[in-house]
C-alpha cells in the first residue's frame, strides 16, 4: 500500500499558472534564420537578381556578395548590406530582399514534444495562437493528457504556463487559446491508464 502511494505522489504534477491569453509580442518583426529562402532583387540588374537559401551558418552567397550573414536580420536590414557591398562594383543598387520560405532563427521556432500526432517545430507567426499550432502538428494522439499539457516560455525565463488542449480541441472551448510567443515549447504528456 505504501508502495503505491509513493508512486501516486510521483506522479502529481507541479501546478503551472494558466497561460496568458495574449502573449503581447507587438512590434514584431520576421527576423532571418538558417532553412530560409531568400529573393534578392536588384532593380535594373536582373542578371544580380537570385533567389538563394539561408545556409545553415547564418550567410548566404550571391554574385558580386561573399559570404554575408544574414541570420538575426530583417530583410530590409539585409537588403541595406547588399546594396553596400554591391555599391563597388554598380551605380545606386537598389535591393529588395523578400522571404519566401520560412524556417526563422532557432530561439524564435515554436517547438512542440510530446503526444501531438506530429512533434515538430514550427516557423512563429505574429499573433500565431494554440490553435494554430495544434492544427499544424495534427492534434493530440489517443494517448495525450491534453489538459496537463504546459507551454515553457523562454521570453519569460522559462517560466511553465498550463494550457488546456484538450478543452480547446475536443470540446472546442475557444476560451482555451492562448497566443504564443517566439521560443515557446509546448509539452504534451502522456495520460496515465
Known amino acids: ?35 530560409d529562402s531568400l529573393n534578392i ?3 535594373r540588374n536582373p542578371e544580380l537578381s537570385m533567389q538563394v537559401p539561408v545556409r545553415p551558418d547564418g550567410k548566404i552567397s550571391a554574385p558580386l ?3 554575408l550573414p544574414a541570420q538575426g536580420k530583417t530583410s530590409v536590414q539585409l537588403a541595406r548590406e547588399i546594396e553596400k557591398q554591391l555599391e563597388k562594383y554598380i551605380r545606386d543598387p537598389v535591393v529588395t530582399v523578400v522571404v519566401t520560405g520560412f524556417v526563422g532563427p532557432y530561439s524564435e521556432q515554436v517547438r512542440v514534444v510530446g503526444e501531438a500526432t ?3 517545430f514550427l516557423a512563429y507567426k505574429q499573433k500565431m495562437t494554440l490553435l494554430d499550432v495544434m492544427i ?10 491534453g ?3 504546459t507551454i ?13 488542449l484538450k478543452d480547446l480541441i475536443k470540446d472546442g472551448d475557444i476560451s482555451a487559446n492562448v497566443e504564443m510567443r517566439p521560443g515557446d515549447i ?3 504528456p502522456q495520460s496515465f491508464f
Open 1 to 35: 500500500m505504501a508502495v503505491a502511494a509513493a508512486l501516486l505522489g510521483g506522479c502529481a504534477s507541479t501546478t503551472h499558472p494558466p497561460a496568458p491569453l495574449e502573449a503581447q509580442t507587438q512590434d514584431y518583426s520576421y527576423v532571418i534564420g538558417a532553412g
Open 41 to 43: 532583387i536588384v532593380s
Open 65 to 67: 556578395v561573399d559570404e
Open 118 to 120: 506530429r512533434p515538430q
Open 136 to 145: 499544424a502538428v495534427g492534434g493530440l494522439t489517443d494517448f495525450a493528457a
Open 147 to 149: 489538459n496537463r499539457a
Open 152 to 164: 515553457l516560455r523562454s521570453a519569460e525565463g522559462n517560466k511553465q504556463y498550463t494550457v488546456r
Open 186 to 188: 509546448l509539452i504534451i
